[in-house]
């Protein structure tokens, strides 16, 4: 893979000096347009390789001859106590760029696994499992519009024992070289291994291998992919037409889910009391069971207009500790949001570990609101539910115990609510026009519900339909189906 | 102070159900008039007091009746790791509401200062600045227009040990005793001795003193006191009449500090060179000793268009270990940042223990670029001194060592350095409209300059006023500066 690049000469000081100032400003203005343009998106630079092939000296240049407000470089060092009670991604997550934005990001994500693997004796299945991870993750943001340009810097091994050599011999530069990297150089050969692997199996988006050797040329190659990439999928965006919308039609196997719940299921008020004091004791003391396990609890409710969801997380979040819940209500996106990613704002959202995150509306909004009003592409939401699935595995995998309900309740019985609403003074507030044209949009939803009840069920993440058109039926099956749930997983 | 309201007696179930209807309505209208008020502010609770108080049942109330989307509960427990390694207020300046958004917190800053004074047998100096950092954060707040609303919820001393009893027996609520409440009611009388102290002392904000014990009325006491105030402070602010600008003169002494500088200075290359290497050296290795000694430096440019701010930052962070710093550049603030408390994006960036962060303009843009466009009010820039400096002291206080540079170049030399920018294409970028358009108000700025280093001058972290007609001399004198103040403060 190497073998080539080995022998690439670098160009002469007088041909880089003569060609940097076209490249400089071709990078302003590109920098400028991707800022200002409409179908504008965000930018992420990753700089992976060999230690001393000049990531940095890349990483200064470039803030150096683009406009550095716009610019955000991340080099990820140890995690923090609040990093490492999240997901491995979340810091990731966190810091992706916005529209028009552009994020650099040193080694990132590909060093701690290769490091795991040739030096720590991580297996290959952990290796892969990793690759899994990585792949996923690009592959999200790449599809939903984020340019993500990855380069490999390359050095053979005499080459790098004397470019470290050289950088620990400057004061300024010594900090680079670290004691690891000796050591590592000893390694040398099974890095390479490990890195090809890497490059060929972390094919979601395409590698750039740099020669780190030539330190003109090295500059010059980063620039002009940035430029050409961005110029080119700006072109393809702003030429791209609108795209059409199909009607709404099942995606998915088109099961009946919601048809086949029996709403007429209901509990008396001596009962509901009852079992709601016996359900609500055991689900404080599992609560603290999670906490002292450091395990942390995601709930997600979704359901129609007045389908009852309050309700349920009060039954639920009155049997917590204040001080270990937080209960997150999801509206329309702010503007800042809308910028980024969208599973940007719930990833932000992810609780530390022994903590419990309560979600009344949640990231399913993509495959529901977006999907039935447009303001997702029939692509986006298409490839919405794996990009689900694999958001959801990451939070699984590191050890969050989710659970979502679906409250499905019957389209007499919302009416019904919808004009009780009405007649209570301080519930008015309650019941907008918006609850009014999406009951017009009813049998759409229960297409697009019945699609993410079929697609986004997986046997550790699964979805529960509740029966809701009995308030305190629906309660009592939600908290017994958290109390078996959480006696189960813990 | 509690005598008399011990003795106020509760209201009974029927009077209770029967105002709660207009209460809600009226809580639920006030909210949204809040939410859609063009004068809209921000609103905090403050729940404090005995143990056993109902500050859990009332935050329980609150979220029931009130519209919860726009609605956030804290509850301050531990703080974590990256909460340690900040300064005290960092965690709830960070939480703070946005205008129309509710926070409800527990407990808060009040808690920790009364245990320390009360049980861990901290000095009455120690409680005296607890105080003090309180009274600085509520009064920049409150000046600010968020709206803080306090609460004391007080029990005597046979009824928090009836209610603990009461609580403890019960599944659901005997979270809400912990072992440490049994020990403090037998330090019941001291508890309310500091209380009364904190009490008093902490009127930057006024207190409502409830009666715990009085289950029903304690509910209604607070959604009142919702209702009257943020009604009231509406009224203010929407009948308020546009605030005459003053002209701009100075606010201070009006010594010309500006004026004072050489602005002649130079240096020439090769001494340049020969210097620069010299600092960068010193820097990187002081800059390793901050960070095993676990310091944070903050160092804060300020200067005209042109004046070199990025030259003199790019020198710094050349010497600095990349994973260790972060250059933030203050533009104009978004929307999200308007609608909150003008220091909270600042606070936001405040650097973990043993971090470098360098901001390219900063915080002083309140008393900067606002005063002299009008975007605060006469009142608001000319508190803004005080807060600033409080802001300050509160990092300096935790440990940061804060450096603040202002770079001062002549009027004709930026004049040149404009018409430079002009013909280097990919330079011209940076000079923009507004440029040409701050020039313009040259003498303005320089009023407010010398203001700001006259009242935001401390000895703990002073202003560097640099002569910086010469770019080289100027990224000299910074970067000595700094190397001094580091050799002295580590």
Same mark, same amino acid.
């Given at each position: 893979?190497?073998?080539?690049?080995?022998?690439?000469?670098?160009?002469?000081?007088?041909?880089?000096?003569?060609?940097?100032?076209?490249?400089?400003?071709?990078?302003?203005?590109?920098?400028?347009?991707?800022?200002?343009?409409?179908?504008?998106?965000?930018?992420?630079?990753?700089?992976?390789?060999?230690?001393?092939?000049?990531?940095?000296?890349?990483?200064?240049?470039?803030?150096?001859?683009?406009?550095?407000?716009?610019?955000?470089?991340?080099?990820?060092?140890?995690?923090?106590?609040?990093?490492?009670?999240?997901?491995?991604?979340?810091?990731?997550?966190?810091?992706?760029?916005?529209?028009?934005?552009?994020?650099?990001?040193?080694?990132? +994500?590909?060093?701690?696994? @290769?490091?795991?693997?040739?030096? %720590? /004796?991580?297996? $290959?299945?952990?290796? &892969?499992? #990793?690759? =899994?991870?990585?792949?996923?993750?690009?592959?999200?943001?790449?599809?939903?519009?984020?340019?993500?340009?990855?380069?490999?810097?390359?050095?053979?091994?005499?080459?790098?024992?004397?470019?470290?050599?050289?950088?620990?011999?400057?004061?300024?530069?010594?900090?680079?070289?670290?004691?690891?990297? +000796?050591?590592?150089?000893? @390694?040398?050969?099974?890095?390479? %291994? /490990?890195?090809? $692997?890497?490059?060929? &199996?972390? #094919?979601? =988006?395409?590698?750039?291998?740099?020669?780190?050797?030539?330190?003109?040329?090295?500059?010059?190659?980063?620039?002009?992919?940035?430029?050409?990439?961005?110029?080119?999928?700006?072109?393809?965006?702003?030429?791209?037409?609108?795209?059409?919308?199909?009607?709404?039609?099942?995606?998915?196997?088109?099961?009946?889910?919601?048809?086949?719940?029996?709403?007429?299921?209901?509990?008396?008020? $001596?009962?509901?009391?009852?079992?709601?004091?016996?359900?609500?004791?055991?689900?404080?003391?599992?609560?603290?069971?999670?906490?002292?396990?450091?395990?942390?609890?995601?709930?997600?409710?979704?359901?129609?207009?007045?389908?009852?969801?309050?309700?349920?997380?009060?039954?639920?979040?009155?049997?917590?500790?204040?001080?270990?819940?937080?209960?997150?209500?999801?509206?329309?996106?702010?503007?800042?949001?809308?910028?980024?990613?969208?599973?940007?704002?719930?990833?932000?959202?992810?609780?530390?570990?022994?903590?419990?995150?309560?979600?009344?509306?949640?990231?399913?909004?993509?495959?529901?609101?977006?999907?039935?009003?447009?303001?997702?592409?029939?692509?986006?939401?298409?490839?919405?539910?794996?990009?689900?699935?694999?958001?959801?595995?990451?939070?699984?995998?590191?050890?969050?115990?989710?659970?979502?309900?679906?409250?499905?309740?019957?389209?007499?019985?919302?009416?019904?609510?919808?004009?009780?609403?009405?007649?209570?003074?301080?519930?008015?507030?309650?019941?907008?026009?918006?609850?009014?044209?999406?009951?017009?949009?009813?049998?759409?939803?229960?297409?697009?519900?019945?699609?993410?009840?079929?697609?986004?069920?997986?046997?550790?993440?699964?979805?529960?339909?509740?029966?809701?058109?009995?308030?305190?039926?629906?309660?009592?099956?939600?908290?017994?189906?958290?109390?078996?749930?959480?006696?189960?997983?813990?």
């Amino acid at each position: 893979m190497f073998d080539n690049l080995e022998n690439q000469e670098d160009i002469g000081k007088a041909e880089f000096k003569a060609r940097v100032l076209a490249i400089r400003t071709e990078l302003i203005l590109t920098q400028q347009r991707l800022r200002n343009s409409e179908k504008s998106f965000p930018v992420i630079f990753v700089f992976a390789g060999v230690d001393g092939a000049g990531k940095h000296e890349t990483v200064d240049v470039l803030n150096d001859w683009m406009d550095a407000r716009w610019m955000e470089t991340h080099a990820y060092t140890k995690p923090t106590e609040e990093e490492r009670m999240r997901p491995e991604f979340w810091r990731y997550w966190r810091d992706i760029p916005q529209n028009g934005e552009i994020s650099l990001c040193l080694s990132a +994500w590909y060093s701690r696994p @290769l490091l795991n693997y040739v030096k %720590k /004796g991580h297996s $290959k299945g952990t290796f &892969k499992r #990793d690759i =899994v991870e990585i792949n996923e993750f690009e592959k999200t943001l790449k599809a939903n519009r984020t340019l993500i340009l990855k380069f490999w810097m390359h050095l053979d091994k005499k080459k790098q024992l004397d470019r470290l050599e050289y950088l620990s011999k400057n004061a300024l530069t010594s900090w680079q070289v670290k004691s690891d990297d +000796w050591e590592n150089v000893g @390694l040398y050969e099974d890095f390479i %291994k /490990g890195s090809i $692997k890497l490059i060929e &199996k972390c #094919d979601e =988006v395409p590698w750039t291998i740099i020669n780190g050797a030539n330190e003109n040329s090295r500059q010059l190659e980063v620039a002009e992919t940035f430029i050409k990439q961005v110029n080119k999928q700006l072109d393809i965006y702003e030429n791209a037409e609108k795209p059409q919308k199909v009607a709404i039609a099942p995606f998915g196997s088109g099961h009946d889910r919601l048809g086949e719940l029996d709403l007429k299921q209901s509990l008396k008020g $001596k009962l509901y009391d009852e079992k709601l004091a016996e359900l609500q004791a055991d689900l404080f003391s599992l609560s603290q069971k999670a906490h002292r396990k450091q395990r942390s609890i995601i709930l997600v409710f979704e359901g129609a207009d007045a389908a009852g969801k309050g309700g349920c997380i009060k039954r639920i979040s009155r049997a917590l500790d204040a001080r270990q819940y937080d209960v997150q209500s999801i509206a329309a996106p702010t503007k800042e949001e809308l910028a980024h990613n969208y599973l940007w704002r719930f990833w932000n959202e992810i609780p530390l570990d022994g903590r419990i995150k309560i979600f009344d509306r949640s990231w399913y909004g993509r495959l529901l609101v977006e999907r039935i009003e447009g303001f997702a592409t029939d692509v986006e939401w298409q490839q919405a539910f794996d990009e689900i699935n694999d958001f959801e595995g990451d939070l699984q995998a590191h050890g969050c115990i989710i659970l979502k309900f679906w409250l499905q309740v019957g389209k007499d019985e919302q009416y019904n609510r919808f004009k009780e609403r009405e007649t209570i003074p301080y519930k008015k507030w309650k019941l907008t026009d918006e609850d009014w044209r999406n009951r017009d949009r009813w049998d759409d939803y229960q297409i697009v519900i019945n699609d993410v009840l079929d697609l986004c069920h997986t046997k550790v993440h699964p979805w529960h339909p509740i029966a809701s058109n009995c308030k305190k039926y629906a309660r009592i099956e939600v908290l017994e189906t958290l109390v078996n749930r959480l006696k189960n997983d813990l």
